[in-house]
């Protein structure tokens, strides 16, 4: 298999904001906190999740996608992955592939063999990720620039590995403090020009690194704990975002953005928000 060989390169995806065609989601049927693997988990670790809200909510973020032309397709869940909602780590797009990640946790290991069914029976090749540990939510990808958090959840061999295949990409390795999981927690990038960052997070070599190419949006302590970067771009300025972060949602307003609101904070108990809830597999090619 090679690289490029997606059937009618029914994959594509070369930043986090051009139009979003289609994109993976799984509810949250059987959500649960059952080993603290993250900081905000251990928040609500006693106060738990209340599963029909987290469906509700769920059900309205699928919703208000399709309402804006995107295709979602749903996963089936089972009950013995209680993350699998959070589909982005279970692998990422980069220009035509679809990678399958190798999943770090033992909570969240046999959630890729969903994935790659579903793949094989829809006709998809993909690029299976297999011994070098990594996972979809430190991967962030801006024309032929990709960035990928270094985590307790993405190893320097997996940065290492996709370097040695990605020859047309500059793909370039992030350092950021382990406790925020992964990457799209503290960094994510909503336009050509404009990213979202919780400095405090990260080096400042990496700060100016982005500070070079982006104009930052600073995202306070208190909205990071309610993962403000973690929004997503479907396309023509548009992002999904949470009501509860206000000063993201004002700053990105003021920046020409269509910020859409759907509350989904029982689902980010256990950890991850919009961009965490979705594997993007086709957004609209670049222009040439």
Same mark, same amino acid.
């Given at each position: 298999?090679?690289?490029?060989?997606?059937?009618?390169?029914?994959?594509?995806?070369?930043?986090?904001?051009?139009?979003?065609?289609?994109?993976?989601?799984?509810?949250?049927?059987?959500?649960?906190?059952?080993?603290?693997?993250?900081?905000?988990?251990?928040?609500?670790?006693?106060?738990?999740?209340?599963?029909?809200?987290?469906?509700?909510?769920?059900?309205?973020?699928?919703?208000?996608?399709?309402?804006?032309?995107?295709?979602?397709?749903?996963?089936?869940?089972?009950?013995?992955?209680?993350?699998?909602?959070?589909?982005? &780590?279970? *692998? =990422?797009?980069?220009?035509?592939? @679809?990678?399958?990640?190798?999943?770090?946790? !033992? #909570?969240?290991?046999?959630? $890729?063999?969903?994935?790659?069914?579903?793949?094989? &029976?829809? *006709? =998809?090749?993909?690029?299976?990720? @297999?011994?070098?540990?990594?996972?979809?939510? !430190? #991967?962030?990808?801006?024309? $032929?620039?990709?960035?990928?958090?270094?985590?307790?959840?993405?190893?320097?061999?997996?940065?290492?590995?996709?370097?040695?295949?990605?020859?047309?990409? !500059? #793909?370039?390795?992030?350092?950021?403090?382990?406790?925020?999981?992964?990457?799209?927690?503290?960094?994510?990038?909503?336009?050509?020009?404009?990213?979202?960052?919780?400095?405090?997070?990260?080096?400042?070599?990496?700060?100016?690194?982005?500070?070079?190419?982006?104009?930052?949006?600073?995202?306070?302590?208190?909205?990071?704990?309610?993962?403000?970067?973690?929004?997503?771009?479907?396309?023509?300025?548009?992002?999904?975002?949470?009501?509860?972060?206000?000063?993201?949602?004002?700053?990105?307003?003021?920046?020409?953005?269509?910020?859409?609101?759907?509350?989904?904070?029982?689902?980010?108990?256990?950890?991850?928000?919009?961009?965490?809830?979705?594997?993007?597999?086709?957004?609209?090619?670049?222009?040439?």
């Amino acid at each position: 298999m090679t690289l490029e060989s997606n059937i009618e390169h029914k994959t594509v995806c070369y930043s986090e904001y051009d139009e979003l065609k289609r994109v993976i989601c799984c509810q949250p049927q059987y959500m649960t906190i059952r080993d603290v693997i993250n900081e905000t988990q251990k928040h609500f670790k006693n106060e738990g999740i209340h599963i029909e809200t987290a469906l509700e909510q769920h059900n309205q973020m699928v919703q208000t996608m399709r309402n804006y032309g995107v295709e979602v397709i749903l996963l089936p869940y089972h009950k013995k992955y209680p993350e699998q909602v959070f589909t982005r &780590d279970i *692998g =990422f797009t980069l220009g035509h592939t @679809v990678f399958v990640a190798d999943m770090a946790s !033992d #909570v969240r290991k046999g959630e $890729d063999n969903v994935l790659k069914q579903w793949l094989e &029976d829809e *006709g =998809f090749s993909y690029y299976n990720i @297999v011994g070098d540990r990594i996972e979809g939510g !430190d #991967v962030i990808i801006d024309g $032929d620039t990709v960035y990928i958090g270094l985590s307790n959840r993405t190893s320097k061999l997996a940065v290492d590995h996709l370097k040695n295949l990605l020859h047309h990409f !500059d #793909v370039k390795a992030i350092q950021f403090k382990a406790e925020y999981l992964h990457l799209d927690c503290v960094f994510n990038v909503v336009s050509p020009e404009i990213a979202l960052i919780f400095p405090e997070a990260l080096t400042k070599e990496n700060i100016d690194l982005f500070g070079s190419r982006y104009e930052l949006i600073e995202v306070s302590e208190e909205e990071q704990f309610t993962l403000g970067t973690n929004v997503l771009g479907i396309g023509n300025k548009r992002v999904l975002s949470l009501p509860v972060n206000k000063n993201v949602n004002k700053q990105l307003r003021n920046r020409g953005f269509e910020v859409i609101e759907v509350d989904i904070t029982e689902i980010i108990k256990s950890g991850g928000s919009f961009r965490c809830c979705t594997l993007p597999i086709l957004r609209s090619a670049p222009e040439a």
